[in-house]
């Protein structure tokens, strides 16, 4: 079982924080604008730079978390197809289990289904000596004789 390496994780974590700083400072903005009562947007200044930059935080953050996710190729960063199949080989492991337990469901399904169909088998008694055969034999395979 592929696991995620730790640097992977240590980078999502990274861009988790960044997205946390990153929404703090767009926040702050709207709350300083109140305080102020001037429009971040129109006057500009230093709230209106805490906007942006806060905006950046968090575009980079979500880049950074989707990277520590699924590895520079798995993200589309690195074009290396073998790379990403090998960064993503966590999660492709992970949806080949859900698959297994789908076609282990199917085969339980089937298994119902068949042994429903072995008792609907007909059997035809045989008029000479009684035995019991398959529908479609047309000689008793006890006696011989033609059913
Ligand atoms: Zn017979």
Redesign the pocket.
Known sequence: MAKISKERKTTYYIGIGMMGIGFILFISVFFSAARFMNDPFVGGGPSFSNAVIGMVFMIAGSVVMNIGAKGTAGSGLLLDPDKAREDLKPFSEAKGGMINDVISNIDAIDQITNSKEAKEVIKVR?R??G?LNDEDARF?K??G?EL
Do not use: A, G, N
Request: proline residues 0%.
């Open positions: 045989c000479s000596c035995s008793c006890t006696c004789k």
